[in-house]
Nanobody
Framework: QVQLVESGGGLVQPGGSLRLSCAAS????????MAWYRQAPGKQRELVAH???????NYADSVKGRFTISRDNAKNTVYLQMNNLKPEDTAVYTC????????WGQGTQVTVAS
């Protein structure tokens, strides 16, 4: 059984930084795309960033230049480094991994407030 375990969320002041991690455990093979989504209260879930098996990355316009997605294939882990955080980044962040099946994490809360 595959599980995605997220960590790194929390409360941070505007301008601060957080690093999210999402580690896949269990029998998971042939990981392709790894991605981070977020959903703020009253809003639809949106794609924040994704990274392919070849290392190609793509970002939402709202986070370009501030967020960086990366992956460690040996550890089946995807990261999201978030810098210069803004109040509008407040949301539940969830990782998604596409392998032979699609797997979702449980979500981690990120709150940006002074």
């Amino acid at each position: 059984q595959v599980q995605l375990v997220e960590s790194g969320g929390g409360l941070v002041q505007p301008g601060g930084s957080l690093r999210l991690s999402c580690a896949a455990s269990g029998s998971i093979f042939s990981i392709n795309t790894m991605a981070w989504y977020r959903q703020a209260p009253g809003k639809q879930r949106e794609l924040v960033a994704h990274i392919t098996s070849g290392g190609f990355t793509n970002y939402a316009d709202s986070v370009k230049g501030r967020f960086t997605i990366s992956r460690d294939n040996a550890k089946n882990t995807v990261y999201l480094q978030m810098n210069n955080l803004k109040p509008e980044d407040t949301a539940v962040y969830t990782c998604r991994i596409v392998a032979r099946n699609v797997y979702w994490g449980q979500g981690t809360q990120v709150t940006v407030a002074s």
